[in-house]
């Protein structure tokens, strides 16, 4: 499963790339908007916006292109647990 995170912290970057992998899912995080962000997500199976620390206009993107390539969107906190309880129900 191909995973798209729009938001979080620059410092977990990492570690949410390590949930993932854990889960089996390849994942793209994107924590700021550099660019035209519509183009680079892609289409993914799932996309997680993490709601403590995205804009308005990152999670408005985000949710246009879920939409568009037909994807699930989760919401969540910045934190690992978080992440891993979302994760948890697609595995």
Do not use: W
Not at 25 to 41: D, P, R, S, T, Y
Not at 51 to 75: F, G, L, P
Request: hydrophobic letters at 35%.
């Amino acid at each position: 499963m191909s995973i798209v995170m729009v938001g979080g912290n620059k410092c977990m970057e990492r570690r949410y790339l390590d949930a993932c992998e854990k889960y089996g899912h390849k994942a793209k995080v994107f924590n700021q908007m550099k660019g035209e962000l519509k183009k680079k997500i892609g289409s993914p199976d799932l996309v997680i916006v993490f709601t403590n620390s995205v804009s308005h206009k990152m999670a408005n993107c985000a949710r246009e292109e879920a939409k568009r390539c037909k994807a699930s969107v989760e919401r969540c906190h910045d934190s690992l647990a978080a992440l891993e309880q979302v994760l948890e129900n697609y595995a």
